[in-house]
């Protein structure tokens, strides 16, 4: 069984910072493959981070030079640092992730956490 438990949003200024966590637990998990999603009221839940292995990850462009994905293994943790806040950023985000099992693909989602940039 997997589980991602999201913490850290709130309210904050414009230009201002927050970092999320997002707690891993269960097997088959690799935090090099972790995603954030973000759903703002009325829009389509968007992608704004995915981890694409090796360390490696890929940004929204809305998102891209403010926004940074860092992890720590011993606390199977992945973080999403944000920086420069803008009011376009209030969404509820969530951490994602696939897990492969006997050729079946899972999909998760923690359970989100709200963020609120005031201008």
């Known amino acids: 069984q997997v589980q991602l438990v999201e913490s850290g949003g709130g309210l904050v200024q414009a230009g201002g910072s927050l970092r999320l966590s997002c707690v891993v637990s269960?097997?088959?998990?690799?935090?090099?493959?972790m995603n954030w999603y973000r759903q703002a009221p009325g829009k389509q839940r968007e992608l704004v981070a995915r981890?694409?292995?090796?360390?490696?990850?890929n940004y929204a462009d809305s998102v891209k030079g403010r926004f940074a994905i860092s992890r720590d293994m011993a606390k199977n943790t992945v973080y999403l640092q944000m920086n420069s806040l803008k009011p376009e950023d209030t969404a509820v985000y969530y951490c994602?992730?696939?897990?492969?099992?006997?050729?079946?693909?899972?999909?998760?989602w923690g359970q989100g956490t709200q963020v609120t940039v005031s201008s």
């Open positions: 994602n992730t696939d897990v492969v099992r006997a050729g079946i693909i899972y999909n998760y």
């Open positions: 269960g097997s088959a998990v690799s935090l090099n493959n």
């Open positions: 981890g694409v292995g090796g360390g490696r990850t």
